[in-house]
């Protein structure tokens, strides 16, 4: 790690104000001191939010939930009100890492960590590209994008958190210097070009809270494939949100996560779910439509299959069938 | 009690004088080795209102075993490395400095958390627990004795950060289900293979099997 | 005539119990001082720059601004301007500075520029590597000729890629100067020849340096080396005349401290019309980095087939050079060899069981072990009840299958000396210049010891980790354990003999007729005729060399039967395959293992656990992932160089041969023996399950939903 300046503000417009002097947000820490002893950011200050008040809050209301960016995903897995109103939720911020992550993580954290790509996590930037050629093309990419590759940028978004919050539309509250945005948290993320960042965020804005919508009346559930039982990163996540009458599936949000540079939404997915049931054959063809227009790379057509099983086996929870885990 | 962050003169073991009564004597004549004497201290600066550390050592105070050690650090050390290398206190290890292994885990506030994670600047107002608060080798925890008895260690170096996970679980969980052990430990990994032994030693009285181990 | 054979079964104290390790209380405290940890008033922190260039030239290098650095002691260049690297990570300049901090920042300031060579890393694209080199061709029999005959023929291609040791402690050290004179507290497997190497490269005496090694975290093969950075870390402590830490970080420590080579091989075999093996044929390659393959792997394996012809191409990449990985090529070895039985066997619609049971006599002096073994793990995994032919593993997406494997290795103690002390105290200490890296080896020299004192363990000293003490092997192929419990126990008999002489009087009996039993010296005939091992004591106490403890040296080799060579092993594993993820899960492992003489049979099952769990995570996750564009490895961390975790380790089943046929061949290595069938019995297992071989290791989601989808191509 290179040297740097530590501040720990009390006040959001102290954090905007230091940050966009140069700051770097420090939340859990456990993303962003791994990236700067590899050198893969730099950073020159660190400002700590851990000192504002009110960013670990949650609140549980009939309109939905609203989790201060600074909550713990620990705190959060084992939240009384999401185990029992929104138990997706809940579990899949306890398949975060292992203990000693989420006791550090916080909900901000993990929306805005970085990619794994070990090309960006070797200093060669997140569209690495070597003699006008794009490294992750040219290179090993079994772990890279399936979807959105005919971009530049080719790494995949790391949360398996996302995709939920994305299918639930939800909310990022983010304080700047020039007052409060709010943009639904698909839209802090980006398939940057060359020497942009995918997360969109200005200088001096904080992520300081999520709202979720009340999702009461959906039937919600995720599926991540995760290989190994210990600390793992999952290599294909997908979460479906439904709203149905009956059995007839009415309207669905699909999204899934680790297969491209943004929350990837599957609307062919969504469509092809619409105005029936989620009998085998229907769940399934709607996982076909999903990894339909699937453009792999060269080491990774096996990412198109665990995309579709993703999706399939989501569904498949949603409607209320075991699937292997 | 206050500590100062200077290492032991010759001859003294780390035990020796953190017991020892008379620090500011003995550390004195040890200034002659400056751990990082050609550190510029950073002026004071405030940023909106705010007081901006280093880049330069500041200093810090961390609550560690039961005991405040008063240090000066530059803002990017960790509190890993500032355990290990200014405090002394080597039981958390260092493997990958990266927050995926386990060996550097120690409690924060009681829960478990990578040190190698964490700046020391961080938890100047945590309760940090490092595995030598656990038990001495002359009166293990019987947890620690579990492990030596279920033979729960080998090369030995990811057995600390095992300890210490494991601590963290027994005291929310005395009796924990496989599923919870497993979560528990998920974050904690172990090269020589002992993660028969760690079983054993959560689940079972008494250690390996004879003849058939179901580890 | 002095009798130094182990003692019958019914003479034993404490030999082949259950010994909790001695250095267990250190080790779960974080007590135990590893090198990593060895703080010295005024140490500096050393840090090397490497080259980020699997192949490149220097082209330039500036060392003024990082020697200008406040709190940089010193800045040595390794390789200057015009130097030719020729791997990824290669050592450039070395730095050392007051704090592990500042001297990251000195190697920051180093400016260097290179010039790029082109590099070649994939060894398995053998046609085009820059260079490569046959390393052994060898036909027995008319293979031709019996393939031509043969009833049954299978054709495969097999391949592992290059793994990491991956040692949780780093390679490194601390050096320390006192004039002329070197201390170096090493992270090492070979304490004794550690002092030669460093005196060798900085030319002084051997008998001027001290190599220290009381805890190590890890080695596997990978630690017997000083190592350029620890030659550096001597020069920079020399330099600077301050102690001097150098820990490698986990980059290179994944990237050039660790490496099992690679292998790959064209494999036919076939059998008769009665299930005899009658021919191979193998084309193999693999590369271990800039040392080529390092040997080849024994094919094929274990099973002496007839008519044979095997050729082998030693590769050479772009990689730093291998380091032996516990029982070096014996993993590819088995692996090639295993699967292509069980996809014969699957060919000619056998269990994979039976095909072995069957050819057994093609085993050679292993075949009563493994005709001892097999029944039993048969019967600990339920072989024959639950075995069901290929493919046919379940109904749905999830699929069960077994697997198989065998294997050898030798394991003969290594040389050894041992000096055995009884203090005035009574307490009897073992010194040697040995070292245990946590395969329990304190734990076996107590064991003999003790046993040989008719001691407990608490009158017992161990005294290893040192070069001042008497020369004992490095710990590597499985030899240590056998060395040193040979050596110790010669070292005690010939103490226990002086004893005898000093006693004899005081029993009035002769020396030959004492024996040391339950903490006494008694006559063996009448053994109410005794003293207590403390009134023994103090009689010598009253000897006319008063105070001199009785001393004693022990070797190994030496007279006796106490240690062999050859062990036997077979190994069972259970698998769980989602076959739409391609997720494999290790259900259950079932290992029986012969080691000879067992002398600690709690940390014995402990050896085996950990082969089996090292197995597991070789067999389906780990691998040098290695950059085609830049040459580097990309994987250098815990979350993309995946080890097993806890939660990825079934149930393990372990079975020790002991007793008649195994106890009296003594004391023979178990750190490697079981770590080489888990490929092939946990691959075996996956085609077992899903009916079609994956042909590489590890079995990732990857590999296994190419295979199902009929997308070969390389690995």
């Given at each position: 790690m290179r040297p740097l300046e530590y501040a720990r503000p009390e006040t959001l417009e102290q954090a905007s104000e230091l940050l966009a002097d140069g700051g770097t947000p420090l939340a859990g820490g456990t993303d962003l001191l791994a990236l700067l002893k590899d050198d893969a950011v730099t950073a020159s200050r660190l400002v700590d939010l851990k000192g504002l008040p009110g960013l670990e809050d949650f609140s549980a209301g009939p309109e939905g939930f609203r989790i201060g960016a600074l909550a713990r995903l620990a705190d959060l897995a084992r939240e009384k009100a999401l185990v029992d109103r929104l138990p997706a939720l809940a579990s899949s911020f306890d398949s975060v890492g292992g203990p000693q992550i989420r006791n550090r993580g916080t909900l901000g954290g993990n929306l805005l960590q970085r990619p794994r790509c070990w090309y960006f996590r070797r200093g060669f930037g997140l569209v690495p590209v070597r003699d006008g050629r794009s490294m992750v093309r040219e290179g090993d990419n079994r772990f890279h994008a399936v979807f959105g590759t005919d971009g530049e940028a080719l790494f995949v978004t790391p949360s398996t958190v996302v995709p939920l919050l994305v299918a639930l539309g939800a909310e990022a509250e983010i304080h700047g210097r020039e007052g409060v945005r709010r943009a639904p948290v698909a839209e802090l993320y980006r398939s940057p070009d060359p020497g942009e960042r995918e997360l969109h965020l200005e200088p001096g804005?904080?992520?300081?809270a999520v709202e979720i919508p009340d999702a009461s009346d959906r039937t919600v559930a995720s599926y991540e494939v995760r290989p190994g039982e210990s600390l793992d990163w999952s290599l294909a996540t997908a979460s479906v949100v439904l709203r149905r009458s009956g059995a007839t599936v009415r309207e669905s949000r699909i999204v899934l996560g680790q297969v491209a540079p943004t929350p990837w939404r599957s609307r062919a997915a969504e469509e092809a779910l619409a105005g029936g049931s989620l009998s085998p054959d229907r769940v399934r063809a709607a996982a076909q439509a999903a990894v339909a227009e699937a453009e792999p790379l060269s080491m990774n057509e096996y990412k198109v299959q665990l995309a579709r099983v993703a999706v399939e086996r989501a569904l498949h929870r949603a409607a209320g069938r075991e699937v292997p885990s | 009690m206050s500590r100062d962050d200077r290492d032991p003169p010759r001859g003294w073991t780390r035990r020796d004088f953190l017991r020892s009564g008379a620090v500011a004597g003995v550390a004195g004549s040890f200034l002659a080795h400056p751990l990082a004497g050609n550190q510029q201290e950073s002026k004071p600066k405030r940023v909106a209102g705010v007081e901006v550390l280093g880049p330069g050592p500041v200093p810090v105070a961390l609550r560690v075993n039961g005991e405040t050690y008063r240090l000066r650090l530059e803002p990017r050390v960790t509190l890993l490395d500032a355990l290990r290398d200014r405090i002394g206190l080597t039981g958390s290890k260092k493997v990958c400095d990266q927050g995926t292994c386990g060996a550097c885990t120690v409690l924060l506030d009681g829960e478990p958390a990578y040190a190698c994670s964490v700046l020391a600047l961080e938890v100047g107002d945590a309760t940090i627990e490092t595995v030598e608060a656990i038990g001495d080798p002359e009166s293990l925890h019987p947890l620690q004795t579990a492990f030596v008895e279920a033979d729960a260690q080998q090369c030995g170096f990811c057995t600390p950060g095992f300890v210490v996970a494991t601590k963290a679980l027994l005291d929310r969980d005395p009796k924990p289900s496989p599923e919870r052990i497993s979560e528990a430990l998920a974050g904690n990994f172990c090269r020589c293979g002992t993660y028969g032994g760690i079983r054993t030693a959560l689940t079972g009285p008494a250690g390996p099997g004879k003849e058939t181990d179901h580890g | 005539m002095v009798e130094y054979t182990w003692p019958p079964e019914e003479k034993r104290s404490i030999l082949g119990d259950r010994i909790s390790r001695l250095d267990g209380p250190v080790k779960v405290t974080g007590a135990a001082e590893y090198s990593f940890d060895v703080r010295r008033p005024g140490m500096l922190h050393g840090k090397i720059l490497r080259c980020p260039h699997a192949h490149a030239r220097i082209t330039r290098l500036d060392v003024s601004a990082a020697r200008e650095m406040p709190g940089v002691r010193a800045v040595r260049v390794i390789q200057d301007e015009g130097s030719e690297i020729r791997w990824a990570l290669d050592e450039v300049v070395s730095v050392a500075a007051d704090t592990e901090e500042l001297a990251r920042d000195a190697v920051r300031a180093v400016e260097i520029e290179y010039e790029v060579l082109p590099h070649f890393v994939d060894g398995e694209n053998k046609d085009e590597a820059f260079e490569s080199s046959p390393a052994g061709s060898r036909t027995e029999g008319d293979p031709d000729a019996a393939f031509e005959a043969a009833v049954h023929r299978h054709r495969g291609y097999y391949g592992l890629p290059s793994v990491s040791h991956n040692c949780l402690e780093a390679h490194g050290q601390v050096c320390e100067w006192n004039g002329d004179r070197l201390t170096v507290w090493a992270s090492t497997q070979v304490v004794s020849s550690m002092p030669n190497q460093y005196a060798d490269a900085l030319e002084i005496p051997a008998s001027n340096v001290r190599v220290i090694s009381q805890h190590i975290g890890g080695g596997f093969g990978s630690k017997f080396s000083a190592d350029r950075w620890g030659i550096e870390c001597a020069r920079l402590a020399r330099e600077t005349n301050r102690p001097v830490k150098l820990m490698l970080e986990r980059e290179p420590e994944l990237t050039v401290a660790g490496d099992r080579p690679s292998s790959y091989a064209e494999v036919e075999v076939a059998a008769d019309g009665d299930g005899k093996l009658v021919a191979w044929r193998s084309s193999s390659w693999g590369s271990g980095g800039l040392a080529g393959s390092r040997g080849a792997p024994p094919l094929p394996y274990v099973f002496e087939v007839p008519n044979r012809r095997i050729d082998h191409l030693s590769v050479v990449t772009n990689v730093a050079s291998a380091r032996a990985w516990r029982a070096p090529n014996h993993p590819q070895g088995c692996f090639i060899t295993l699967s292509a039985l069980e996809d014969l066997a699957a060919e000619m619609d056998v269990d994979p069981y039976d095909l072995l049971w069957d050819n057994l006599d093609l085993t050679g002096r292993l075949e009563p072990i493994y005709r001892d073994e097999l029944p039993i793990a048969e019967e600990l995994m339920g072989w024959k009840k639950r075995w069901t032919p290929r493919?046919?593993?379940?109904?749905?997406p999830i699929k069960r299958g077994l697997g198989l494997g065998v294997h050898t290795w030798g394991g003969r103690g290594h040389r050894s000396n041992c000096q055995v002390t009884i203090h005035p105290d009574g307490v009897a200490e073992a010194r040697l210049a040995s070292q245990d890296i946590g395969t329990g080896t304190r734990t076996v020299i107590a064991i003999a010891l003790a046993e040989t004192l008719g001691l407990p363990l608490s009158k017992v000293r161990v005294s290893i980790g040192d070069s001042v003490y008497p020369a004992s092997g490095g710990s590597g192929g499985s030899t240590t354990v056998g060395g040193v419990s040979s050596s110790t126990r010669r070292a005690a008999v010939n103490v226990r003999e002086q004893l005898f002489q000093e006693v004899a009087p005081h029993l009035e009996a002769e020396p030959e007729e004492l024996e040391l039993a339950e903490g006494t010296v008694r006559v063996r005939a009448e053994p109410d005729r005794s003293i207590t091992w403390e009134e023994a004591i103090g009689f010598l106490a009253g000897h006319p060399v008063t105070n001199i403890p009785l001393s004693a040296s022990g070797s190994n080799p030496g007279p006796g039967q106490l240690t062999d060579s050859g062990v036997g092993g077979v190994q069972m594993a259970e698998v769980r395959v989602d076959t739409e993820t391609g997720i494999v899960r290790v259900e259950k492992m079932v290992a029986v293992q012969d080691c000879g003489l067992v002398v600690d049979e709690k940390t014995a099952i402990s050896q085996v656990h950990g082969g089996l769990i090292m197995g597991i995570s070789y067999a389906l996750s780990e691998e040098k992932i290695l950059d085609p564009v830049t040459g580097r490895m990309l994987n250098t961390d815990f979350e993309s160089y995946k080890i097993a975790g806890y939660g990825e380790v079934g149930e393990l089943v372990v079975h020790m041969m002991t007793g008649e046929g195994y106890d009296e061949r003594g004391v023979i290595g178990l750190g490697e023996p079981p770590v080489i069938s888990p490929g092939a019995a946990i691959s075996n297992a996956v085609a077992n399950a899903i009916g079609v071989r994956v042909p590489y290791l590890p079995l990732t989601p990857r590999r296994i939903l190419d295979t199902l989808a009929g997308r070969g191509g390389r690995s």
């Open positions: 804005e904080i992520l300081t | - | 493919g046919e593993g379940g109904k749905g």
